[in-house]
C-alpha cells in the first residue's frame, strides 16, 4: 500500500484520489472548498479543508511522509506553481502536477515537479486514437515519440504465429501481451498463434502506430 496526497478536488483530483483509494491505498485530499471536501469525505482516507497557498497549514499536515503528493490544480497556475514549490521545499519524496498548457508544464518542472501530466490533452489523444480506427481498442502516450496501443487483430493476423508475422520488422512494432476471452499472455513467445478474437498490446513509435491505424482502418 502506498500513500497519496491530492492537493486540488477539483473533477481530476477528485477522481484520481477516489480510483487510487479504491484501489487499497491510503489518500489524503487537499481543498479550500469545504462543500467539495464534505462530498469526497467518505471515498479517501482523509479529506481536509486548507488554503493549499498556506505553506504552514500544508507543513502540519506532513506532506513529506507520503510516498506521492500529487498537484491537481491545472486551472489556477499560481497556485499550481506554489504548491509544487512548497511541497518540494517540505520534503515531498515525488511530486505529480497537473498542467493544462505546455507552458504551465515547463514552469511545473523547471520549479520541481518530479512529473507533469496533461490529462486533459492525454484523454483527447486516446479519444482520437480510437475514433479513426474501430480495431483500436486503447491508446496510451507514454511520450511524444511513443505509446501502448490495444488493438484487435487483423484479419491478416489470424491463425499466424509471431514469428511468421515478423512484426518488429515489417511494422516497427513489439507485442507485450496478447488478450483473448479468458487470460492474458504476457511476453507472449514467438510461436504464439493469433485467435480470431485475440487483441494485441503494443508498443511502438507514434509514426509506426499511425502506420498501423491507416492498416486497420482498410
Known amino acids: 500500500m502506498k500513500t497519496f496526497a491530492v492537493i486540488g478536488a477539483g473533477r481530476f483530483g477528485s477522481s484520481l484520489a477516489r480510483t487510487l483509494f479504491e484501489l487499497g491505498h491510503e489518500v489524503m485530499i487537499l481543498d479550500s472548498d469545504e462543500e467539495i471536501i464534505q462530498a469526497i469525505s467518505d471515498d479517501v482516507t482523509h479529506a481536509v479543508v486548507v488554503d493549499v497557498m498556506d505553506e504552514f497549514a500544508l507543513k502540519e499536515l506532513g506532506l513529506s511522509n507520503f510516498d506521492v503528493v500529487v498537484i491537481a490544480i491545472?486551472?489556477?497556475?499560481?497556485?499550481s506553481i506554489m504548491a509544487t514549490i512548497m511541497a518540494k521545499e517540505l520534503g515531498a519524496k515525488k511530486v505529480i502536477a497537473k498542467a493544462t498548457t505546455d507552458f504551465q508544464g515547463k514552469v511545473l518542472?523547471?520549479?520541481?515537479?518530479?512529473r507533469v501530466i496533461f490529462p486533459e490533452r492525454d484523454m483527447g489523444v486516446r479519444?482520437?486514437?480510437n475514433l479513426v480506427s474501430t480495431n483500436i481498442l486503447e491508446f496510451i502516450e507514454l511520450s511524444p515519440d511513443y505509446g501502448i496501443i490495444e488493438i484487435t487483430a487483423l484479419s491478416t493476423w489470424v491463425g499466424h504465429s509471431l514469428s511468421s508475422l515478423e512484426l518488429p520488422s515489417k511494422y516497427k512494432i513489439n507485442v507485450i501481451a496478447i488478450k483473448s476471452r479468458d487470460h492474458i499472455n504476457i511476453a507472449p513467445?514467438?510461436?504464439?498463434?493469433?485467435?480470431?478474437?485475440?487483441?494485441?498490446?503494443?508498443?511502438?513509435?507514434?509514426t509506426a502506430i499511425t502506420k498501423l491505424e491507416k492498416k486497420a482502418g482498410n
Open 189 to 206: 513467445p514467438s510461436n504464439t498463434i493469433i485467435g480470431k478474437d485475440d487483441s494485441l498490446v503494443i508498443v511502438a513509435s507514434t
Open 109 to 114: 518542472a523547471k520549479v520541481g515537479a518530479d
Open 74 to 79: 491545472g486551472s489556477d497556475t499560481e497556485a
Open 127 to 129: 479519444v482520437a486514437h
